[in-house]
């Protein structure tokens, strides 16, 4: 059985378990300019580009803006954090960069300089523009603690924004996850499949039971209690007593998973997502409109004279997608300097014997008149 298996991490948004302490907390998309004057910005290659205030700036007033020639080389340092009591923290943070792809450093330290930023606790180098978030455990010894962003992006790129900005105090360390969904994994033939997950736990303790949960396409939750423990660092395999029901074919299911535990400090990090194809031919009655939520997997294309000129899936709403008919999709063929002699194959579709018809829309550019050729067969190779 030929099978593949596609998986997607879960958006991790730094936020904490609400029973955890909160030592320090600040939101820098609604902060005002006395609540930036109590930070400390460092400009250290004294470029005159560094981290600004703009009242009208989303997602967070505070942000480093770019310098065309130098790259960035400025600090974001807090004010003071008193830290009650030597013991386990948690720094939680938001940030979002540019479609060019910021970079950024986070530390603590006892004093807001340069100098007194000692200790890296996370590194990114390659800061998208969507909001994302981190929680970092640190250990801290009692009294004052600053947190500092060091934005490193190279020149010429935009902004890197430091959205919410926390402290939490962390007794109990808890922090599990499904880190990755194992099982089921897409193929033909499917029915009743058993799901299997791996769990990680990622904080400062062990943990001798937890419960945990799947669900398909957002549906009802299965959760089974789990009586195994996990010791630091390491990772577990837990495979459901209950079984998946995959049995529809020529379809794509999402199955989404989590641990479940009162303790956790980062509930925003529990769950993993996969998305698993029953691979069946497509039934009659058919239809396609090449659209994102459409199951494209199965069409197939050949470009016989191997030129630039190729059919493809669009998508993108933006110059074809002012063809699409069903909403932003469309199948279209570029052109080349070269006649064409290109195919696009639908995914195989099963029927009965009989009559049947088939509807298609299609257009090309104006003044460009095109020609095609519709055909139908038992495989997807070209007509001799």
């Known amino acids: ?16 378990s609400a029973s955890a302490s909160t030592v320090y907390t600040a939101d820098l998309s609604a902060a005002s300019a006395d609540d930036f004057a109590s930070w400390t910005v460092i400009d250290a290659n004294q470029d005159g580009s560094t981290w600004k205030y703009d009242a009208d700036a989303a997602p967070s007033r505070v942000f480093y803006n770019y310098n065309s020639a ?27 960069g540019s479609a060019y792809s910021e970079a950024f450093e986070v530390y603590t330290g006892a004093a807001p ?5 000692t200790a890296k606790i996370a590194e990114y180098n390659a800061v998208k523009d969507d909001v994302a978030g981190d929680l970092i455990f640190i250990d801290a010894k009692a009294g004052k603690l600053h947190i500092g962003f060091h934005c490193t992006s190279n020149k010429d790129l935009f902004r890197l924004y430091i959205n919410k900005v926390s402290v939490i105090e962390a007794s109990n360390p808890v922090d599990l996850q499904v880190s990755k969904i194992i099982a089921p994994i897409s193929g033909e033939g499917m029915g009743q499949e058993a799901v299997t ?3 990680t736990n990622s904080g400062r303790v062990a ?10 396409d957002g549906g009802a939750e299965v ?10 660092g390491a990772t577990a395999t837990y495979t459901f007593k209950a079984k998946a029901d995959l049995s529809q074919g020529h379809k794509t299911y999402t199955i989404s998973a989590r641990t479940i535990h009162a303790d956790d400090l980062n509930p925003a990090n529990d769950g993993a997502t996969a998305s698993v194809r029953h691979i069946a031919p497509a039934t009659v009655p058919y239809s396609m409109g090449f659209e994102p939520d459409e199951d494209t997997d199965g069409i197939t294309f050949l470009n016989l004279n191997d030129d630039d000129g190729d059919w493809g899936i669009n998508i993108d709403g933006g110059f074809f ?14 052109y080349s300097k070269n006649a064409a002699d ?21 257009s090309a550019t104006a003044g460009h008149p095109e020609r095609l050729r519709v055909c139908y067969g038992n495989a997807p190779t070209p007509r001799p």
């Not at 943990?207 to 398909?216: L, M």
């Not at 194959?345 to 299609?362: C, D, N």
């Open 197 to 199: 997950v791996e769990v």
């Open 207 to 216: 943990v001798d039971s937890y419960d945990i949960a799947y669900s398909i």
């Open 70 to 96: 130098n790259q960035a080389d400025d600090w974001l340092i807090s004010p003071a954090i008193e830290i009650p009591a030597d013991g386990s923290y948690v720094v939680s943070y938001e940030y979002k």
């Open 321 to 334: 997608g002012s063809f699409s008919r069903t909403g932003y999709g469309c199948l279209a063929y570029n």
């Open 223 to 232: 959760t089974e209690h789990v009586t195994e423990p996990i010791a630091v």
């Open 1 to 16: 059985m030929n099978k593949f298996l596609t998986l997607m991490a879960a958006t991790l948004v730094a936020t904490a």
């Open 342 to 362: 290109d195919w696009a194959f639908l995914e195989p579709i099963k029927m009965e014997a009989g009559h049947y018809v088939i509807k298609y829309w299609y």
């Open 113 to 117: 300089t340069v100098e007194g930023m």
